[in-house]
Structures are given as structure tokens and as C-alpha cells.
């Protein structure tokens, strides 16, 4: 009885909010996604499947893809400039480490919005990059408004998302077992490959997962840096509804990317609490 | 303790670290610049931009009347509901627990941008205007799983027996706890409101969907300014957002210290 009260006070007031606020919501696009649209009044309450045949389409294809490839590369980045600094961090000393995780921690917080401005800024037409190739004698370039630019933005923004799970990975490699190989003669990259590597890969994977479900839905970065030649589905969404006011097709994409984002997510929790059970289990 | 590390390591963290603050770096350059041009290195300095910034109301509004004052809502009413939850989590034994803590945490996992779309789409369908409180609602919710971690780890590495011990000396089990746990876990729940006030703060995600005209938090200012190329008051009310995030991220990182040690 009393715990019953209990758990009526405690859990029940966020519940209902997310039932409110998360979960309706969300049915909400899965119903509008099956809507028929009008021209006239949005949409119709009409079944159909016409949204999700759209998706098939050349033009659709087109963004999806070049949306999947942009998300790709960026986590390859990621991946490059992510693991020698998770390392790094992982293996400093504490002050070093709670400087390290400041800087780190200080980007990621600050409104995306703020950090692609400063990249408008480094590569605009007459930004810092523009000016050093001007001052030795080149032309000036237009670094924006191109996929490498949208590349740029995209790692710098979510690099942070690779580096912590990496970081609470390699943290719990033994660093004697990387003596071990040194003092076998193994030489740095092989320490790399055939230790750190393999120990670390559940950080690995969950790093990739969330850089590439957060790469394929950004919106912001495209948008600014992106001009009007690289849409991809984050913008595409923005633009059914706000602009031209196909909601029922904003719900379809919209509903694709909830599902693709859940898979992604649920394997990279799986991989954490697998590997986890096995420190148990060892 | 010295030990060996490849010597590329030291030089490629310092570029990583380089690239990740550049952005940062140059806006507050730009900010102090007396040109007009978003120039980097600033031949000259001034404070002009920042004058501009505060003598636009539009841009004042948008960040005292309302980024401030929704990250504090947010962040209190995200306070609240967040450790009550944690606190059932952690306590309560019964069916489905590690369900519903995943239900509880599942915002930390969808993309904004998704969410900041259904949230559009019921409102419109719903016929509700956007406004402030519109705007609050999809900030607690993607604040509270921020303030259930932090809860739920400061909770699970408190001692029970200090409870235990306050009862056995006749205190009630929810005296005990308000009495014991509860200063325990300050600390916790200080840093999981501060966090959850810096999400509020700097989300641009759901406010571009769900921010009326009367409910433009500064971000969303700042991106229309930048869509239109504005002047570098932009980036001054960019800087005043680095700095407050800074010294916020710098408190909580104070606040965990004083704990540990």
C-alpha cells in the first residue's frame, strides 16, 4: 500500500509528462504519415501509403543517400581524430584529464548554431583559410556551400560524441597489458591494432552509432553551411513542414529516421551491456 | 608516474583540440574586432559590437526575456521531476524497472531535430499556438534524462546503512531519507539542474520548429541573423553564450571535485 503511494508520487508525475509530450507526439507523425495529402487542407484522414511510396523515388533516393554518405564520412573522421585523443584523455593524469574533458565538454554544450558561425567565419569568402591562400598568391575560393564543408562541420560538432564512449573504454584497458606488448618488442601501431583496438571496440561501436544516428539527422550544419546544393533529410523535413506544408510526407521521413535511429541505438546499448556483462562474467 | 607514449600523440591532440576550439576561438575574436567585416585576426579592438547587441531589444528580449528565463524553468521544473523519478528507480523494487528507466532516458536518444517535428506537428494539430510554455514543455523533456543520470549515480553510490541507522533511531523511512539522503545527494542534483539549464540554453533543434514570434530564444536569433548576414553583434551574443557555458560546465566540474576529494 505505502509503496504503491510511493510509486504513484515518484514515478508517475514524469510518466504522464512523456506520455504527453513524447509519446503522442510521436504516434502522432506515425498516424499523419498514413494521411492523404491535399493541397488544399494539408492533409485528408484518408489511408494511404502514397507518403512512403514517394520514398522510393529518384529524387528522395538522391538526399537519402547523400545524407547516409555525408554520415559515413563524417564518423570515419570521427574515428581518425577521436581515438588518439579518447587515449589521450584516458590515459592522463587528473588534472590534465579535467582540463582535457573541459575543453572537450565546453564545445559540445555550446549551441551548434554558434560553432558552424565560427566555421562561417574560418572558410567564408573572405574568412581566415581564404585570406592565408590570398596572402601566398592564390585566388580566393568558395570553401563553403559545398559536401567537404558540410564534412567539416558535421565532425567538428559531433566528434565529442566518439570520444566519450571511447575514452570510458580504453579506461578500463589495463595499461600494463600495453606494457606487456612494449616490452615484447611490439612497436606503437601494433599496440594500436592488436590491443587497443580490439579491447576497446564496444566504445568503438557505440561511438560510430551515436556519431552516425546524430550525422544523419543534423539539420543546422547543412543548413548554414550547406547552401542550397546539399539537402539532406534533416533539412528535407524542416522544409515539407515549413515551408511547403507536406506533413504527411515530413511524417513519412520523419518516421523512417525514429525507426532507423531506434535499431542503431538499441545495438549500441546492446554492445555496452554485453561487454559489460563479460567483465562480470571474466 | 612517466610512461612511454608514441610521440605523434602529444602534437595530433593539440591539432584535434586546435580544430575543436577554432570555431570558439575566432567568434570571440570577431566580437572584440572593431571592423565590421567579421575579421580574424582583429587589426583593432572594440566593445561597439557588444554595445549594438545590448542597445537591440529585439536581441535583449530574446535572450533575458526568454533563452534565461526557459533554461530556468527548464532547468527547475526538469530539477523536480527528474529526481523524483531517479529516486523511485533507484528505490522502489517492482516489475519493469529497467524498462521504464529506459523510457525515461529514451530523449537522450532521439535526434532533436525529429522530435522538435513531432512536437510541431501535434501542437499544429492540436491547434496550439507556439509560445513560451509550448516551448517548456519540449525543454523538459529533453533536460530530465540529464537530471535522472546524474541523480540515479549520485544515489546509488550512497551508503544505505546511513538510513538505515537514522531509523533504527526512530525516523521514518521518508524523514530518513530527507533527512539523510537527501544533503547527500545536493551535489547531484546542483550539477543535473546546471546541466539541465545549459541544454535549455543552447537548444536550437526544437525552438527553430516550435518558437513562435514572441518566444525567439537567442539561438534561434542568432541562426536568422546568420542566414541574413548580419553584423558582428552576432557575434557578440554568441560570446556571452561561450562564456556562460563555460563557467558553468567550470562549476560542475568544481562541484564533482569537491565530492570526490
Given amino acids: 500500500m505505502r509503496s504503491t503511494l510511493a510509486r504513484a508520487g515518484l514515478l508517475m508525475p514524469l510518466t504522464l509528462f512523456l506520455v504527453f509530450f513524447l509519446v503522442i507526439p510521436f504516434l502522432n507523425i506515425v498516424i499523419l504519415s498514413f494521411y492523404t495529402y491535399s493541397p488544399t487542407s494539408i492533409w485528408i484522414p484518408k489511408l494511404t501509403i502514397e507518403n512512403y511510396r514517394q520514398l522510393v523515388e529518384g529524387s528522395f533516393i538522391t538526399v537519402l543517400l547523400r545524407t547516409l554518405w555525408l554520415g559515413l564520412i563524417c564518423t570515419v573522421i570521427c574515428v581518425v581524430f577521436g581515438y588518439p585523443?579518447?587515449?589521450?584523455?584516458?590515459?592522463?593524469?587528473?588534472?590534465?584529464?579535467?582540463?582535457?574533458?573541459?575543453?572537450?565538454?565546453?564545445?559540445?554544450?555550446?549551441?551548434?548554431v554558434i560553432r558552424t558561425f565560427g566555421w562561417l567565419v574560418i572558410l567564408g569568402r573572405n574568412g581566415l583559410v581564404n585570406n592565408m591562400f590570398h596572402a601566398i598568391g592564390f585566388d580566393r575560393v568558395g570553401l563553403l556551400y559545398h559536401e567537404p564543408a558540410v564534412i567539416v562541420g558535421l565532425t567538428n560538432v559531433f566528434i565529442p560524441f566518439m570520444v566519450l564512449p571511447l575514452m570510458a573504454s580504453?579506461?578500463?584497458?589495463?595499461?600494463?597489458?600495453?606494457?606487456?606488448?612494449?616490452?615484447?618488442?611490439?612497436?606503437?601501431?601494433?599496440?594500436?591494432?592488436?590491443?587497443?583496438?580490439?579491447?576497446?571496440?564496444?566504445?568503438?561501436?557505440?561511438?560510430?552509432?551515436?556519431?552516425?544516428?546524430?550525422?544523419?539527422?543534423?539539420?543546422?550544419?547543412?543548413?548554414?553551411?550547406g547552401g542550397a546544393r546539399v539537402q539532406v533529410l534533416g533539412r528535407l523535413i524542416y522544409d515539407l513542414l515549413l515551408i511547403s506544408y507536406q506533413w504527411p510526407l515530413a511524417s513519412a521521413i520523419t518516421t523512417l529516421l525514429v525507426v532507423a535511429t531506434g535499431v542503431l541505438i538499441s545495438v549500441a546499448l546492446a554492445v555496452t551491456r554485453h561487454s559489460a556483462k563479460q567483465e562480470v562474467s571474466r | 608516474m612517466k610512461r612511454d607514449q608514441p610521440k605523434l600523440?602529444?602534437?595530433?591532440?593539440?591539432?584535434?583540440?586546435?580544430?575543436?576550439?577554432?570555431?570558439?576561438?575566432?567568434?570571440?575574436?570577431?566580437?572584440?574586432?572593431?571592423?565590421?567585416?567579421?575579421?580574424?585576426?582583429?587589426?583593432?579592438?572594440?566593445?561597439?559590437?557588444?554595445?549594438?547587441?545590448?542597445?537591440?531589444?529585439?536581441?535583449?528580449?530574446?535572450?533575458?526575456?526568454?533563452?534565461?528565463?526557459?533554461?530556468?524553468?527548464?532547468?527547475?521544473i526538469s530539477a523536480v521531476l527528474g529526481t523524483l523519478a531517479a529516486i523511485g528507480i533507484v528505490r522502489l523494487q517492482?516489475?519493469?524497472?529497467?524498462?521504464?528507466?529506459?523510457?525515461?532516458?529514451?530523449?537522450?536518444?532521439?535526434?532533436?531535430?525529429?522530435?522538435?517535428?513531432?512536437?510541431?506537428?501535434?501542437?499544429?494539430?492540436?491547434?496550439?499556438?507556439?509560445?513560451?510554455?509550448?516551448?517548456?514543455?519540449?525543454?523538459?523533456?529533453?533536460?530530465?534524462?540529464?537530471?535522472?543520470?546524474?541523480?540515479?549515480?549520485?544515489l546509488v553510490?550512497?551508503?544505505?546503512?546511513?538510513?538505515?541507522?537514522?531509523?533504527?533511531?526512530?525516523?521514518?523511512?521518508?524523514?530518513?531519507?530527507?533527512?539523510?539522503?537527501?544533503?547527500?545527494?545536493?551535489?547531484?542534483?546542483?550539477?543535473?539542474?546546471?546541466?539541465?539549464?545549459?541544454?535549455?540554453?543552447?537548444?536550437?533543434?526544437?525552438?527553430?520548429?516550435?518558437?513562435?514570434?514572441?518566444?525567439?530564444?537567442?539561438?534561434?536569433?542568432?541562426?536568422?541573423?546568420?542566414?541574413?548576414?548580419?553584423?558582428?553583434?552576432?557575434?557578440?551574443?554568441?560570446?556571452?553564450?561561450?562564456?556562460?557555458?563555460?563557467?558553468?560546465?567550470?562549476?560542475?566540474?568544481?562541484?564533482?571535485?569537491?565530492?570526490?576529494?
Fill in chain 1, 85 to 112: 585523443l579518447a587515449y589521450f584523455l584516458a590515459r592522463a593524469e587528473p588534472r590534465v584529464k579535467s582540463v582535457g574533458l573541459f575543453l572537450l565538454l565546453m564545445p559540445l554544450m555550446v549551441s551548434a
Fill in chain 1, 170 to 225: 580504453i579506461e578500463r584497458i589495463s595499461p600494463s597489458t600495453e606494457e606487456a606488448a612494449r616490452n615484447l618488442g611490439a612497436s606503437w601501431f601494433d599496440v594500436f591494432r592488436r590491443v587497443i583496438i580490439p579491447l576497446s571496440s564496444p566504445g568503438l561501436i557505440s561511438g560510430c552509432l551515436l556519431v552516425y544516428s546524430a550525422a544523419i539527422s543534423a539539420f543546422i550544419v547543412p543548413a548554414l553551411m
Fill in chain 2, 9 to 76: 600523440l602529444k602534437p595530433f591532440v593539440i591539432l584535434t583540440y586546435v580544430l575543436l576550439l577554432a570555431p570558439l576561438v575566432v567568434i570571440v575574436a570577431v566580437s572584440l574586432s572593431a571592423s565590421p567585416n567579421y575579421e580574424f585576426p582583429p587589426s583593432s579592438l572594440s566593445l561597439r559590437w557588444y554595445e549594438a547587441f545590448f542597445s537591440n531589444r529585439e536581441f535583449v528580449r530574446s535572450f533575458f526575456q526568454v533563452s534565461l528565463v526557459l533554461g530556468l524553468g527548464a532547468a527547475i
Fill in chain 2, 94 to 154: 517492482f516489475k519493469g524497472r529497467e524498462a521504464l528507466e529506459a523510457f525515461f532516458l529514451a530523449p537522450l536518444f532521439i535526434p532533436e531535430i525529429l522530435f522538435g517535428a513531432a512536437l510541431y506537428l501535434i501542437y499544429a494539430r492540436l491547434g496550439l499556438r507556439p509560445s513560451m510554455l509550448t516551448l517548456l514543455c519540449g525543454h523538459i523533456v529533453i533536460c530530465t534524462p540529464f537530471v535522472i543520470r546524474n541523480v540515479t549515480a549520485g
Fill in chain 2, 157 to 261: 553510490g550512497l551508503d544505505a546503512r546511513l538510513e538505515e541507522a537514522a531509523m533504527s533511531l526512530g525516523a521514518g523511512r521518508a524523514q530518513a531519507f530527507v533527512k539523510v539522503a537527501l544533503p547527500l545527494i545536493q551535489s547531484s542534483i546542483l550539477s543535473a539542474f546546471i546541466f539541465a539549464f545549459i541544454i535549455s540554453f543552447s537548444d536550437i533543434n526544437l525552438a527553430l520548429f516550435i518558437s513562435g514570434p514572441n518566444s525567439t530564444t537567442l539561438p534561434v536569433y542568432i541562426f536568422n541573423l546568420l542566414l541574413f548576414e548580419g553584423d558582428p553583434s552576432v557575434a557578440a551574443a554568441s560570446t556571452i553564450q561561450i562564456v556562460i557555458v563555460g563557467l558553468l560546465i567550470w562549476t560542475v566540474q568544481r562541484i564533482f571535485k569537491a565530492r570526490v576529494g
